[in-house]
Each structure stands twice: as C-alpha cells, then as structure tokens.
C-alpha cells in the first residue's frame, strides 16, 4: 500500500522516523538471523563430533591448519606468509597456497580458545551467512526496494548449490563476502570522493587476496564483462561515469599494489615458489547438463548423477536445475529494456560457456565441439583456473535477476496497471548496483531515469504512466489503491517452484582417524628434542590425506613434522614446477604403496639405507602411526626398516634416535 505522507520527505524520499526505522532493522535482523541459522544447520552433521570431517576431508584438514597457523602468527609473531611446521626440513610458502589469512586473524580467538574444528565450521557459516547478508544489503541498498526481494536474492547468492559444494571444502572460494562491497565501490552512482572511495577499492582488495586471489580474478573478469555490457547498453551513462570509475580504480591500484608487493613477490619468487598447477586445470570442466541438474547437497539431490557432470563434490557449481534457468530466461526477456538485466545476462552467459571447458560434454559425452575456455589457455592467471568454477560467477546473477524479478512483481497491480511499492523502479530502466530505472531511461551504475511518466513523492513514473504516493508506475496505467495480489502470488509461485528444489541439506562428512592420544596429549615431548621432528606414518607427500596435517592442526602446530598436504616445487632446484606435497623420498613412496595396497613390500639392506638417509633429511627423532586402514601392512614394513616398534597411547611408536645419531 502506498507510504503514508508523513514517512515522506519533500524530495519525494521516506523520511527516516523511527518508526520506520525500528521495522526496517526487525527485518533486517530476521534475514540475517534467518541466513546464520541457515549456515549452521548445514554444518550441523559436525558440531561437537571431533571424529566427522566434511566429505572432502584432506581439504578441511588443510584449511584447519591453515587457521592454526594464522593463530600462531598472531600470538607468536611469526612470518605468516611461510611455516617451517609442515615439509621440514624446507617449509611451506603460504602465500602460495590457500592460507586464507583474511579468515584466520580474525577468528583466531575461536582457534585458540575452541580448537581449529570449531574454528573452521565457524568459518563456513561466517562465508555462506556472510555472503548472504553482503548480498541482501546490497540489494536493498541499491537495486530493490523490496525487503522480501533482496532477502530471497541473497538467499540465492550465499546458499546456491555451488556455494554450499564449495563450503565442504574450499574456503577460499565460499567466503564471497567482501565481492558485494567491491562491486559497490566500482560502481558507485556518485562522480565526488573519487580518492577516498579509491582507497576504500583498494583496501577491500588487497584484504580479498588473503582471503582468496581465484575468487578475486573470476570478480575482476566478470566486472569487466560487465562494465562493457552496460556501456554499450547506455552509452550516455558510460560516458559521465566513466571517468570516475577510472579514477576509483586508479587510487585503488595503487593503494591495493602497494600493500600486496611484498606478499605477492613472496608468492612468486619467495622460498619455496611454484609454477604451474599440480594438476591439469583444464580437465576440471562442467557438463553442459549439469546445469539443468540437482546436485547432491539438494533436496531432489542424489550421489550418482552429479558425479557424472561434476569433476568432483566439490565442484558442483552450477545444478541449477530447470526452474532456475527458465525463470532467469523469462526474466531477461520481462525485463530486456533494463540496461542492467543485459549486462547481467551477458556476464551469466559468459561465465556459464567458461565452465565447459575445452571440449563441451552433455550428459558424460563428448560433442567435439570447442569451448570458449580455449581462448583463456594462454592468458596469464586465467589459465590457472579451474574451469568448472566459472559458474560461481552465474550464482550472483541469478540471484540479482531474482530479487529484480520479485521487486517488479511486487510492484504490479492485478491489471498489470499500477505499482504501489516504496522502491526502485520498474519497466526497461537502466539500474546497476545502485539506483533506479524505468522505461529507458539512462541510469547507468547509479540513478533513476524516465521516459516521461510523471513522478508524485516518490515514485517514477515509466511509460507515460503516473506513479502516485510512493509507488511507481508502469505500462502506461494509473496507480492502483492496493497490491497485485494475484501477480505477486503467481510470481511468487513461480519461484518458490523453481528455488525449493534447490534448497540445500546438511553437508555430508566422513569418519576420521582420531589424533591418537600420544601426540594429542603430548607424550611425543619425550622423544622429540628441539630441532628434531615428528615423523607421521606414512609420511604424506601427494595429494592423499595426510596425518602430518591434521595432527598438526589439531594440536596447535605444536610439533615440526616432514610432509604435508600443500602445494609446492616438485624438489629440483632448477624445476619449480608445482608439486602436490613435499617433493617424494623413496621411503615415503615406498610406505604409501604399504599403505594404499595393504601388501608388504620385500625390503633390503639398501632400502634400509635409503631410510635411514631419508629420516636424516627429515631430521627425524620419531615415527608415529596412528589408525590406518592398511596400518598392520604399515606397520609391518617400518619394522623392517627401522627396527620393531612399540605401542605407547594408541599409537605405534618407533624412537629412531639412536639410528640417526
């Protein structure tokens, strides 16, 4: 219903009563306590259960180290861009790799006060809720007028099927939160305070690459896309703004430049820099299908099809499903004229044909036909990618098309007539991330534009239309007294059919080996001098799940171990290809084999030798195997390397000092 005249200001804007206010910050705090609850509940599965992992388990046991290590920074005042706590005796760059700083300062209080468990499920909901709630606020801020729009539109943008897949195991691409106020600031309405919006950018960028750097090149690439699409959309609102934008975007270089070119120098050329990937990008492509499919974190979800469209659980990032998809295609061409719902498209579309890869594949086959991925081979950073994580960049888009959707229909009249909504505008106008639009007008990446309706307080008008009170008019029509009902339920409807599939179920987990009680406890201390290192068994240096890790993690980097699950040189000093884990010692492939074929290997004097070169390396003093699910093969074959070990508090111990000397 339309506002009452004494919420309105002269200028046709609500004024702020407090009234008013009191209700608008109910709603808000319902929506965000509405996401929190949201991204707890899919977290339930691991509260208060130390012997459950999230299904990608090597993955969380690397971000709860992650977490540890940045607590130590900070009450240890080490370097956190390098740790010498994993692959002694040459350390780990973490600049390098995910170490995701930007989560890990912040919560360490919960690290240390809770454990790197707590500290990480912390972090998941504090990515989806906090992704959610960037998003919500934007939308309302900017681009809808409606509360119950911009909530389901950031509903989309933090609990997508992509976004909960990422959050079981890849912090770095869940924790999307700072991406709205990015946008913000790059495509703020206003030409003033170029410099302190600039330094703003720059802050907020420089704060997303230790969060994530990916997720800052899929951003930069899609506002790209974007920024072009719009323009040649409304080239009059591209020519007043842009200089502006340049100039945000300069300041924010230089601030965001200057506070990365130590740490990035780090990453590239600092000890223990890589290049490449360890893995082959490329092949880590969607199906086509799987847009149109459900994934396995949904209600309709199952185990078997996704794994046939999806390189893995964790990069289920679109499975849309066909109601999304046909929704979002009848709201680009509903509202084609808006300058911004084509800028969406285009990027959406863009980002969609990326995830396909090389080579487009529909339901597990191959089509033989190129994917435009092809054209990014051999651009520098985009290359290293992972294809299939382009469509994250659709899950925004759909959600803003959503919420945009919703905003209009709420604002329909039964015959299609009126609107009656105290908010942004409606018709073809040009609105991006900021202001309102209607019927062509040319409100690029800011204000409100009319095709000659006439706008009363603060509504307006589009098609020669009359919006009164505070509404905005449409079509052509007169305003009506009350709400469309019939259109908002039948648009209501059509979402609500198209988003209930896709709501999302707890993450799945895994058991897990507990951190045996020697090490957990500290009986380690014993055999371990300073200098020396603990040995987990076997020592990890692929892409397997890797003890090192976690019985790091777990026990607060208390402890200098070889191995590790990382990212880092292959080990020749004139090859710095990228390399899973800590360059392979012969002794460590030869108890992987025990471990991952459950057999005993024949051993001889020389690879007696080679152990013992090998835990000289390592600076060994103590090997330590705790559950395996080969351990009696493990076992088995360190005896006969070492000398027989014994049992000492749930784990097989072997005190390899006196061989080593």
Do not use: K
């Amino acid at each position: 219903m339309a506002a009452p005249a004494a919420d309105l200001a002269p200028g046709g804007r609500r004024q702020p009563g407090p009234v008013r206010t009191r209700r608008v910050r109910s709603v808000d705090a319902a929506v965000v306590a509405g996401y929190l609850g949201l991204a707890v509940l899919l977290t339930s599965r691991q509260w208060g259960r130390p012997d459950r992992l999230f299904h990608q388990d090597n993955d969380q046991m690397l971000f709860e180290w992650m977490l540890a290590r940045a607590a130590r920074a900070v009450t240890a005042g080490e370097n956190p861009l390098h740790s010498a706590a994993l692959n002694a005796p040459d350390g780990v760059n973490l600049m390098a790799n995910t170490s995701v700083l930007g989560l890990g300062v912040p919560l360490a209080p919960v690290t240390l006060l809770f454990g790197t468990q707590a500290a990480f499920l912390v972090a998941v909901v504090v990515s989806l809720a906090g992704t959610a709630t960037a998003w919500y606020v934007l939308l309302a801020r900017r681009l809808v007028g409606s509360r119950v729009a911009a909530a389901v539109g950031g509903l989309v943008c933090g609990f997508a099927p992509g976004m909960v897949a990422q959050a079981g195991a890849h912090l770095h691409m869940a924790a999307q939160f700072l991406v709205p106020p990015i946008l913000a600031l790059v495509f703020r309405p206003g030409t003033d305070r170029v410099r302190r919006h600039g330094v703003a950018l720059g802050l907020l960028v420089a704060y997303q690459v230790f969060v994530g750097e990916e997720l800052l090149v899929f951003l930069a690439l899609a506002a790209g896309v974007f920024a072009v699409a719009y323009a040649l959309a409304d080239r009059a609102a591209a020519r007043r703004l842009a200089p502006a934008l340049l100039g945000r975007l300069g300041v924010g270089a230089l601030v965001a430049g200057a506070l990365l070119a130590y740490p990035l120098w780090f990453q590239f050329l600092g000890p223990q820099h890589y290049r490449g990937m360890p893995f082959h990008a490329r092949g880590f492509q969607l199906d086509a299908a799987s847009f149109t499919a459900s994934a396995r974190q949904t209600v309709l979800g199952d185990g078997y099809l996704p794994g046939l469209l999806s390189p893995n659980p964790t990069e289920e990032n679109s499975f849309f499903g066909p109601g999304l998809l046909v929704l979002a295609v009848v709201v680009v061409v509903w509202l084609w004229r808006r300058p911004l719902v084509r800028a969406l498209a285009a990027v959406g579309l863009l980002a969609a044909l990326f995830s396909l890869g090389d080579t487009v594949r529909v339901d597990g086959a191959s089509t033989g036909l190129p994917g435009p991925y092809r054209l990014l081979a051999g651009v520098p950073l985009l290359d290293l990618v992972v294809p299939a994580r382009f469509a994250l960049i659709c899950v925004p888009v759909l959600g803003v098309l959503v919420a945009l959707s919703l905003d209009r229909a709420l604002a329909l009249a039964p015959a299609g007539g009126g609107a009656v909504s105290a908010g942004p505008g409606s018709g073809g106008g040009a609105t991006a991330l900021s202001g309102t639009g209607s019927e062509g007008g040319a409100a690029a990446l800011s204000g409100t534009g009319s095709e000659g309706g006439t706008a009363a307080s603060s509504g307006t008008g589009s098609g020669g239309g009359t919006a009164a009170s505070s509404g905005t008019g449409s079509g052509g029509g007169a305003t009506a007294d009350r709400p469309g009902v019939p259109v908002r339920l039948l648009w209501g409807g059509a979402v609500a059919a198209a988003l209930l599939p896709l709501a999302p179920t707890p993450i799945r987990t895994v058991p897990t080996w507990p951190v045996p009680a020697f090490v957990a406890d500290g009986g380690w201390r014993a055999y371990v001098p300073a200098g020396r290192t603990l040995v987990p068994v076997p020592p990890v240096t692929g892409a397997g799940v890797s003890p090192a890790t976690f019985w790091s993690a777990r026990t607060g980097l208390a402890f200098t171990a070889p191995g590790g699950y990382f990212i880092g040189p292959s080990g020749d000093a004139d090859d710095p290809t990228a390399h899973w884990g800590a360059p392979d010692r012969p002794t460590a492939a030869l108890l992987r084999r025990a471990a991952e074929t459950g057999e005993v290997p024949v051993v001889t004097d020389a690879d007696r030798r080679q152990a013992v070169a090998d835990l000289r390396h390592w600076r060994a003093a103590v090997l330590v195997q705790g559950g395996l699910h080969q351990g009696e093969a493990v076992r088995r074959t360190v005896d006969a390397l070492v000398g027989p070990g014994r049992e000492v508090d749930g784990a097989w111990v072997w005190d390899v000092r006196p061989l080593v000397g």
